[in-house]
């Protein structure tokens, strides 16, 4: 296999210190250093939220109805697919709907000069977001968008998916150029400039809060006591296990108003990554599989494959938006055959970022999944029109004011 980039490594050797799989005295004493920066982070967090809870910095709002899904750990809660449903709910209730994204570890179009003149001439409000989908076409690759903003342009054919590190712009870009009236800030619960009618939080149910340590000791954006800022959390990849009583008393210490709901993830069905022939999951039982996965949770992944009944011969695990060159797909064919493998399976996410190979010795599969709601008597869409639907009718209620027209609204950067 090729030398991983210094920057995963970095990566691989820090997630294994907050996982405990290090126990060297190098590493005790890195995992000290690691939980003295996590103090300093927190200071910062826990500031920058203050500044705008007093209104020395400014929240937004843009006149229409904002939807922020995010979580408090970094990946690994199966955001995206609940981004996806959420859109196609409200689409399905006649609103207009625009993804507005930061496009995490997308590649600029701008050269470093560039971005750096724009930086000192302040011209970065003149750029326009990248736009990934206009509703009707795809218009840019994974690089240039995202992982994520690919994904959700690729399945989703009415809705406008956006890319711009300022959302306040990018929401008013939407609004302007498209005519939206629903905006989803994907992975937008750290994002306060712009203020959201709404605040949806995700949990994953198997591994709640890591550690409890923030970033860089821990896997937290920002303390567990933040929670109190979400009004609904879904609990994600849930089994209805017992324990999840215990994780629900836990976050109503926290925050006794936000309804939480049980939600799973479910494999749907399987997709040839280069042909595109969809098969049933049933295609998996009694066959060896070589898995490769650059996810920040691949244990679900992993455990979904055998749940199928597939037996795994060879397992490969990237740093989280690992971008793929055709050298490592190749030897990961390679290496499956070797194991006995008769195909190599994927997720969704990864695919989007695998280059186009000219020969496939193994069939190459993603596994496409849905996202269900396991408690309650209502089916998701019906949950998520309830939602945002009742809250948007109560911020319209009770904001009586007339919107600020977009056009006069000042601009406003990321702080």
Do not use: W
């Amino acid at each position: 296999m090729a030398k991983r980039p210094f920057n995963e490594q970095v990566e691989t050797y820090v997630t294994d210190l907050m996982q405990e799989r290090r126990h060297s005295p190098a590493d005790t004493a890195a995992k000290a250093a690691l939980f003295c920066l996590s103090r300093v982070y927190r200071f910062a967090v826990q500031l920058r939220l203050t500044l705008y809870r007093q209104g020395l910095f400014r929240h937004r709002t843009l006149g229409c109805l904002v939807v922020s899904i995010g979580n408090l750990t970094v990946g690994g809660t199966g955001k995206t697919p609940v981004v996806e449903v959420f859109s196609r709910a409200l689409t399905h209730n006649g609103r207009k709907v625009a993804i507005l994204s930061r496009g995490y570890r997308s590649k600029s179009n701008r050269t470093f000069l560039e971005k750096i003149t724009d930086k000192l001439f302040r011209r970065a409000s003149d750029v326009p977001p990248r736009v990934v989908s206009d509703g009707r076409r795809l218009m840019l690759n994974s690089d240039l968008a995202g992982d994520e903003p690919y994904m959700l342009a690729s399945n989703l054919k009415d809705v406008i998916v956006l890319v711009d590190k300022d959302r306040v712009k990018c929401g008013r870009y939407a609004i302007s150029e498209f005519g939206v009236d629903t905006l989803i800030l994907d992975d937008g619960f750290q994002y306060l400039p712009l203020k959201p009618s709404l605040n949806i939080m995700l949990v994953d149910s198997t591994r709640p809060f890591d550690n409890h340590h923030l970033l860089p000791r821990g896997l937290l954006r920002e303390p567990i006591k933040n929670l109190r800022r979400a009004d609904f959390i879904f609990l994600t990849k849930s089994n209805g296990g017992a324990h999840l009583r215990h994780l629900k008393e836990f976050i109503k210490r926290h925050n006794h108003h936000a309804e939480i709901i049980e939600c799973s993830h479910k494999p749907q069905y399987l997709r040839n990554v280069y042909t595109q022939e969809v098969l049933a999951l049933n295609y998996l039982k009694g066959k060896k599989i070589a898995s490769i996965c650059g996810i920040a949770a691949p244990e679900s992944f992993e455990r979904f494959l055998k749940r199928f009944g597939a037996t795994l011969v060879y397992l490969e695990r990237h740093a989280d938006h690992h971008r793929y060159t055709q050298q490592e797909i190749i030897d990961c064919i390679n290496n499956g055959i070797e194991k006995g493998a008769e195909l190599v399976l994927t997720t969704e996410k990864d695919a989007v970022r695998f280059p186009k190979l000219d020969r496939c010795d193994l069939p190459v599969l993603l596994m496409r999944v849905k996202i269900d709601i396991l408690s309650g008597h209502e089916n998701l869409h019906q949950c998520i029109s309830r939602i945002c639907f009742s809250r948007f009718s109560e911020v319209q209620r009770t904001d009586t004011s007339s919107p600020t027209p977009i056009e006069r609204l000042p601009h406003v950067s990321e702080d």
